[in-house]
């Protein structure tokens, strides 16, 4: 009889201790995906800011004063063939320009700075900001030539997965060493501001600059010769490889490299782009869908109040060509969605390519439409990959909702 009591009690707690692992391992991800959207929400207004200004700076000479796709704003103004009136116009959507993407690289920076301030405080957010901003803009490291001596190189960008990573990373130094370092109460003035501060920078500097940019180079070579090798093994495998890499990270590095190769095949006619110019509009066209499809498809909202002007905004933002509109939806659940989005271009660009929609012209804005040869099945293959992402999300989350594991305010 006693050894029973002993063998009840003890299942009862290793069910206890169970229940205990599994709340502690809820309250983790609840936590980071506190973090996630902290760094999300104060990202959306810069993202729709930046994104809306820059995007008319494309509509103004494009669909206004239908200027060829191919000419750039600067060069259309020296050339001096337009009324006072519309180079007027041009001169603004030059200014537009270059301070709408401006404010839109800031993007990533605002994202890693608060979504590193919710984990490790004012510290924490101003090293998240360095750190967003260096996945942007790397700095220039130096490297040895036997002939030039010392000079001086700009690797890749990491893009937005950087700024992803440097968040939690400087985030949760930040809190450990804050926990850790103790101090007397007359000297934490001096932790405050000065010695956490000066740590937490110099290892912001070195994850960035000798860490994760570098691992951003890395994947853009490797990338590059992904897409070389593809692009001499048929159209199916180069259309599945561009499609991929194009979409992966959303104007990030591999999207770069992508768009690199993918340029010099066009140029050369060795291969049309159409695979790359549908996966740049696919994952945010599907993305905002999902914001827009959700009443109709599950009866409910899926999403927090603050995406659906988002999802809109990605909507709009992919007909001027841009694809960085699905950044927000991608930072918040990018394990799943990062994967679906990609998924889902690839579809759509296979689709339109085996069915001989062809685009040479490098341009994904809605403008450039009529250079696509079988336009049809173009808009076709986007409206099937959009869909495809746009319904599978929304059931995937209205099932996490059901689960209790997605949460939505």
């Not at 709408?100 to 608060?114: D, E, K, N, Q, S």
């Not at 190189?153 to 440097?166: E, V």
């Not at 259309?239 to 999207?255: E, H, K, M, Q, R």
């Not at 140029?267 to 109709?296: E, F, H, N, Q």
Request: charged content about 10%; hydrophobic content about 50%; aromatic content about 12%.
């Amino acid at each position: 009889m006693a050894l029973t009591k002993r063998v009840v009690g003890g299942e009862k707690k290793s069910i206890k201790n169970k229940s205990n692992v599994e709340k502690n391992s809820n309250s983790k991800l609840s936590n980071i995906q506190k973090h996630l959207m902290t760094g999300i929400s104060h990202m959306i207004p810069v993202l729709i800011m930046g994104g809306l200004l820059g995007a008319l700076s494309q509509v103004i000479p494009y669909v206004i004063l239908n200027i060829d796709p191919s000419v750039s704003i600067i060069d259309a103004i020296n050339q001096n063939q337009y009324s006072a009136f519309n180079l007027s116009l041009l001169k603004a959507s030059y200014v537009l320009q270059g301070f709408g993407f401006t404010l839109f690289g800031f993007a990533i920076p605002m994202f890693a700075a608060f979504c590193a301030n919710s984990i490790g405080g004012k510290t924490a957010l101003i090293c998240g900001f360095i750190g967003g901003y260096v996945a942007n803009n790397p700095i220039e490291i130096l490297s040895f030539d036997k002939q030039e001596g010392f000079i001086s190189q700009a690797p890749s960008p990491s893009g937005f997965f950087g700024g992803l990573i440097i968040a939690f990373a400087i985030g949760y130094f930040v809190k450990f060493l804050n926990e850790k370092i103790k101090m007397p109460r007359n000297w934490m003035a001096f932790k405050t501001t000065f010695l956490v501060p000066l740590i937490s920078v110099i290892v912001t500097l070195i994850l960035m600059v000798y860490i994760i940019t570098p691992f951003g180079a890395f994947l853009n070579n490797l990338i590059k010769n992904i897409l070389e090798s593809a692009g001499k093994s048929g159209e199916t495998l180069y259309s599945i490889v561009l499609s991929a890499t194009t979409a992966f990270d959303l104007g990030g590095p591999v999207n770069k490299a992508a768009g690199f190769i993918a340029t010099g095949f066009t140029v050369d006619k060795i291969m049309p782009i159409t695979a790359r110019v549908i996966a740049i509009v696919t994952p945010s066209i599907g993305l905002g869908l999902s914001t827009i499809l959700d009443k109709y498809l599950v009866k409910r909202r899926v999403y927090d109040k603050q995406f659906y002007q988002a999802g809109k905004t990605a909507i709009f933002l992919a007909f001027m060509g841009i694809s960085e509109g699905a950044i927000p939806f991608a930072l918040e659940r990018p394990q799943f969605t990062v994967p679906l989005y990609v998924i889902g271009s690839v579809i759509a660009s296979v689709f339109a390519t085996s069915l001989g929609a062809v685009q040479y012209f490098p341009e994904s804005a809605i403008w450039a439409w009529p250079l696509v040869e079988n336009l049809f099945i173009y808009i076709i293959a986007i409206l099937i990959g959009s869909l495809i992402i746009a319904i599978v999300n929304i059931f995937h989350r209205n099932s996490l909702i059901k689960k209790g594991k997605l949460t939505i305010s």
